[in-house]
């Protein structure tokens, strides 16, 4: 017998979600704990891809194009579990809140989606996929995977990053420049021998400042931005002169941008900084890479780029999803609909591979990976209820 799709049980699935740490690369556990849940709740096919999303259809009338629900299934690390007022892996519920982490950001409204979608079993005019994705809070490959391996086809993306109840059109991307300075190490009593890296670092931070001060606006999504985060030394040693300087820059980029164009725009503005001064010294412009590893075993080196997008506001699909979803506590007003602050999953889905891509979800934005994250249990009990009402709308849009 099928476990019941109700709220109480979704919450207590959230709970044990939330007591399974799942760091990008270590999402194995918890990925088998939602298939198994899937199972539970009657899901027609399940299955893992070999970078370890976990993919889950209810079968619909065949009426409608699918409409895919989408929450990613790693996190961020917890910090200094002491720092935290309830344990950060215990799911506690008290106050009136869900705690931990991932109970916003995102287990709580994964749990939320995958019971909405077993709700909807024999009742929907299209297929209901519950695709939860992997790596999401590192450049987003699960869903980068999952949509270039194709055979889903949904007709729209809902993505379940918190919204605080209203309709999410888009977001700006994000990049990680690095400038990577050369020079030639040395004793730091000789300095006559050495070229020193660190000499290039002050042209390096007027060249950003200069790009940050010209960043083009967005009427929605606002202003793209960027700002020096770090610098990485090599040797370590403090008395040796580095023969390698690496600046970190964080770039919110606007949908229209490529990484492509950024480095190239980097790299004109430091030559303009530097001038002549630059004899012993190389430098080169990079948007930040890493190997990443699934759980499965599977490796990939990847540009840590995450896309942007942005859905026009009167788009039918966008109006439907408003309508459909309302305001909590009146629903004859439409929700209000805007862009989120951070990155998600739909630059993938909707940025690059063109899906029609929303967001909905409870939870508020200030609390994602901090040591305070929390989500309103009454208000995800209404965002639980409205799942049902915005997938049957998107699904009656899209068959016309």
């Known amino acids: 017998m099928a476990k019941e799709p109700s709220f109480e049980n979704a919450l207590a699935f959230a709970q044990d979600l939330i007591r399974i740490?799942?760091?990008?690369?270590?999402?194995?556990?918890?990925?088998?704990?939602?298939?198994?849940?899937?199972?539970?709740?009657?899901?027609?096919?399940?299955?893992?891809?070999e970078v370890g999303n976990v993919v889950?259809?209810?079968?619909?009338?065949?009426e409608a194009p699918p409409v895919l629900l989408n929450c990613h299934v790693d996190v961020v690390a917890e910090g200094d579990p002491a720092e935290w007022e309830y344990p950060p892996f215990s799911g506690t519920v008290e106050g009136g809140?869900?705690?931990?982490?991932?109970?916003?950001?995102?287990?709580?409204?994964?749990?939320?989606?995958?019971?909405?979608?077993?709700?909807l079993a024999g009742n929907a005019p299209g297929d209901v996929i519950a695709a939860h994705t992997v790596y999401e809070e590192k450049g987003g490959w699960g869903m980068s995977h999952l949509m270039k391996s194709g055979g889903l086809n949904p007709g729209v993306v809902i993505i379940g990053e918190a919204t605080q109840g209203d309709i999410a059109i888009g977001h700006r991307g994000r990049g990680e420049m690095e400038v990577v300075i050369h020079g030639t190490a040395g004793h730091a009593s000789a300095p006559e021998r050495a070229r020193n890296s660190l000499d290039l670092v002050p042209a390096v931070l007027a060249a950003i400042e200069e790009v940050a001060a010209g960043q083009d606006s967005d009427s929605v999504?606002?202003?793209?931005?960027?700002?020096?985060?770090?610098?990485?030394?090599?040797?370590?040693?403090?008395?040796?002169?580095?023969?390698?300087?690496?600046?970190?820059?964080d770039w919110r980029v606007l949908p229209s941008m490529t990484d492509g164009g950024l480095i190239r725009t980097i790299e004109e503005a430091i030559r303009r900084q530097v001038g002549e001064g630059m004899e012993g010294l190389a430098?080169?412009?990079?948007?930040?890479?890493?190997?990443?590893?699934?759980?499965?075993?599977?490796?990939?080196?990847?540009?840590?780029?995450?896309?942007?997008?942005?859905?026009?506001?009167?788009?039918?699909?966008?109006?439907?999803?408003?309508?459909?979803?309302?305001?909590?506590?009146?629903?004859?007003?439409?929700?209000v609909t805007r862009p989120w602050t951070f990155a998600t999953d739909g630059g993938w889905s909707q940025g690059v591979f063109g899906l029609p891509t929303i967001g909905f979800a409870p939870g508020e934005e200030r609390y994602a990976h901090t040591n305070r994250e929390r989500l309103d249990v009454e208000e995800a009990r209404w965002a639980f209820g409205k799942h049902r009402d915005l997938i049957l709308a998107l699904q009656a849009e899209l068959a016309g």
């Open 283 to 335: 430098y080169e412009v990079r948007m930040a890479s890493e190997t990443q590893t699934a759980y499965t075993g599977v490796s990939e080196h990847r540009n840590l780029f995450s896309p942007g997008f942005l859905m026009d506001g009167d788009d039918p699909l966008v109006l439907a999803a408003a309508k459909a979803v309302g305001r909590r506590g009146q629903d004859d007003e439409p929700a």
């Open 97 to 119: 809140y869900l705690h931990g982490r991932g109970s916003m950001d995102i287990k709580g409204p994964l749990a939320m989606q995958t019971y909405a979608a077993a709700a």
């Open 21 to 49: 740490p799942s760091l990008s690369g270590e999402e194995g556990e918890v990925v088998a704990r939602i298939r198994k849940e899937m199972d539970a709740l009657g899901y027609d096919e399940v299955t893992i891809d």
């Open 221 to 249: 999504l606002g202003q793209a931005s960027l700002v020096a985060t770090g610098i990485d030394v090599l040797p370590e040693s403090r008395n040796v002169i580095p023969d390698r300087v690496t600046v970190v820059g």
């Open 56 to 62: 889950g259809v209810v079968s619909g009338r065949g």
